[in-house]
C-alpha cells in the first residue's frame, strides 16, 4: 500500500502561486493515477484535478481550470499541483489521493490512499 505525504502549502496573497507536492513512499506512484482534493472549513471535501498513472489524461474542476496544473514525476515518485492566480476561495486543506493503475477519476469514494494533506490559505 503506498502512504502519501503533501507539502507545499502556506499563506499567500491572491494572485500568488505555490506549487503542492505529493511523495510517495512504500510503493512507487508510478502505478497509481493520483487526484487532488480540498476542503475548506464547514464543507465537503472536493475534487480539484486528476491525473492518470500513465500521465497521458488529466481532469480539473471548473473551478480551477486555466489556473490549476496536475503533473507527476514518476522517477521522483511524486505527484505535483501548480497553483497560479489563486483566489482566497482556494483557501483549503488539500488533500492527494492515489489508485492503481485507472484512469483519472473526480470521485472522493473511489480512492483508498490518501495523505494527511497540506493547508493553503490565500489572503485578499
Known amino acids: 500500500q503506498v502512504q502519501l505525504v503533501e507539502s507545499g502549502g502556506g499563506l499567500v496573497q491572491t494572485g500568488d502561486s505555490l506549487r503542492l507536492s505529493c511523495a510517495a513512499s512504500?510503493?512507487?506512484?508510478?502505478?497509481?493515477?493520483v487526484a487532488w482534493f480540498r476542503q475548506a472549513p464547514e464543507k465537503e471535501r472536493g475534487f480539484v484535478a486528476a491525473?492518470?498513472?500513465?500521465?497521458?489524461?488529466?481532469i480539473y474542476a471548473d473551478s480551477v481550470k486555466g489556473r490549476f496544473t496536475i503533473s507527476r514525476d514518476n522517477a521522483n515518485s511524486t505527484v505535483y499541483l501548480q497553483m497560479n492566480g489563486l483566489k482566497p476561495e482556494d483557501t483549503a486543506v488539500y488533500y492527494c489521493?492515489?489508485?492503481?493503475?485507472?484512469?483519472?477519476?473526480?470521485?472522493?469514494?473511489?480512492?483508498?490512499?490518501w495523505g494527511q494533506g497540506t493547508q493553503v490559505t490565500v489572503s485578499s
Open positions: 489521493a492515489a489508485r492503481f493503475r485507472t484512469a483519472a477519476i473526480a470521485d472522493t469514494r473511489l480512492y483508498r490512499n
Open positions: 512504500g510503493s512507487t506512484l508510478s502505478s497509481y493515477s
Open positions: 491525473i492518470s498513472w500513465t500521465g497521458r489524461s488529466t
